[in-house]
């Protein structure tokens, strides 16, 4: 069943995976929850940064102990993903730090390991370095060092990712790759609407710290279904979002409607495509992906972070560990290049559907 | 720059008493004033210091100075309100931070050191940079991203940087320049040729762990490097209340001195930063709060009356504007009159319209500048074009 709901994802999806631990303080009450709204499951059409926004009222609603903050979340956020949280559950639930990033994670930490849900932000991605240290070496280590008597499992941290066509040096980075080499957090990125609401309420209530990357392009331009109701979505599980037969794609994130592009086009040239999403960076899905090579025989990955040390690196290295004899041609990565993210250049920089399209159609020919 | 005939200043002297007859003034072109006496003008309000003895009240300056603070306040004014103009224009994409208001901090700053003391500041630098020599042509190209820019097109608004002028930049991430400023310092102390650096960061910024972090290595190492703190009052939307527990940045030092200063004067300003510089050579770090105000939002997206009201703003510039601020003081000297101050300000005008043509002219960065510059000696990595097979590229 697990697999099926892989597949057809896109459906409304209202189990509870055994598979999945749920942390105690909610379980009761999604179960309740999901059994009342059986038969009446209203879907409206949200843009990304509202469906974030009712994901994380109804985080606040259901657990007591839950808190958002972060700089200028208060009147709503810079991309107002937090409009209303105040007005809602008060000051004291959801207020406005000081401009540390630091302190905010170190913050966070200490409030999760007090066992609440810490809903941190960083306002954006290419902020997140000077907390770096208090992810890497307090968040995802503590339950480890501690044997387990320590945990800051409440703590996800939000921050929006990714390229956004103005952004420049500091406002597009993606830097998913530095903390997909850490053990002890897992990293999510979401695709679209739907897909970002239920999985930021499974990472909320994860019980490991998570680090949650929203793509910021997406925040207005992606529109979509999202059911009002509350829902998670299992992590650690990709998604198959387009069958094929002839190459296997794989990507996150903003890169995903890129990529889907690519394909459509691929088809157009009688190319088959499999596009899966990782949806979970860390731990990934390596099963769904390696299914899915075994079947095709070719693998391209995508994503807008420097291809040197990206995250492609990774999935290239597991799956030619895995299916060696099975590939018929090198795995090949359309990533964005090795320079900083560059202001003007942009367009250059970005792995766009021509230069995937290309890809695709010399992997195949190979 | 052509300006008006001047004359010496004993003539003005003389003319002083002649200077209400108008057409009289006028047929013997009644010259500004470039002496170099010295005039002594009070600060707008007194110093008020931590741990050290303030600075005095009484400012020497010269008419001479006043003028160039008038131009260049007017030149910094005209510019940022320009720069507003392209922006909405979509001549300059990406991000814009104005620093109107705040001149004096500027023009002050430069009048008490030289070029060969560093200056490093966060991203609202189009000013400063102006302050360090830069040209408007450079200001403008560079913001329109054209290789005529002070980075050639490859920074924009955040990332100006002059090395002939000693300006460091132009920095992107909050507070991250405050540790490279005492960097700099370091390197002035062994160098030993008397000069320091000012490294300015925002009342925001104030709050970040590094500064204390670089505060206390330069305390301990006597480094001579000025921390000054441009609060405007708000960091983005957030007043400065909402965000420290205690705003008196200049008091934040602890046990390194500081002075509070009135930003919007740039007299005042220069006294200051003459004082610290004397006092950082000797005696180690300082930090001076520049009480300042910003009349734009933070940046080009910021409207900047969500978090404060019109008429906060309007009364801030009515009261407390540098440039008119200095334009009285010079009427009130009798150094230029309104009609010769309103000519300067034409002039500007044209100035700067005449540097938004020629940045237009310029060419955007050529595509092969994406790879320049990354490291020294190339990574090699190479890099595809949409036809993977014609178009291979090794990365310089």
Redesign the interface.
Known sequence: MASCLRRYGRRLSVSICEKRELSTACEGKVIQQQQQQQQQQTAKLLNLCSAINQALHLALETDPRSYVFG??VS?GGVFRCTTGLTERFGKNRVF?T???E??IVGFGIGLAAMGNRAIAEIQFA??I??AFDQIVNEAAKFRYRSGNQYDCGGLTIRAPYGAVG??????SQSPEAFFCHVPGIKVVIPRSPQQAKGLLLSCIRDPNPVVFFEPKWLYRLAVEEVPEHDYMLPLSEAEVIREGSDITLVGWGAQLSIMEQACTDAEKDGISCELIDLKTLIPWDKETVETSVRKTGRLLISHEAP??GGFGAEISASIVERCFLRLEAPVARVCG????F????EP??MP?K??IL??IK?TVNY | MALANFSSSSRSNLLKPLAPVLSFAETLRRPISTSTDPLIIETSVPFTFHNCEPPSRSVETNPQELISFFRGMATMRRMEIAADSLYKAKLIRGFCHLYDGQEAVAVGMEAAITKKDCIITAYRDHCTFLGRGGTLLEVFAELMGRQAGCSRGKGGSMHFYKKEAGFYGGHGIVGAQVPLGCGLAFAQKYSKDETVTFALYGDGAANQGQLFEALNISALWDLPVILVCENNHYGMGTAEWRAAKNPAYYKRGDYVPGLKVDGMDALAVKQACKFAKEHVLRKGPIILEMDTYRYHGHSMSDPGSTYRTRDEISGVRQERDPVERIRKVILAHDLATEKELKDFEKEIRKEVDQAIAQAKESPMPEPYELFTNVHVKGLGTEAFGADRKEVRAVLP
């Not at chain 1, 290049?337 to 900083?340: I, S």
């Open positions: 700089e200028d009147f406005n000081p401009l540390c630091q302190g290419d902020y370095y000077p103005h952004g420049g040096h500091y406002h291809v040197t290049l090795d320079t900083p560059p202001l003007v250049f250059f920089y766009t021509n230069k290309d890809a010399s």
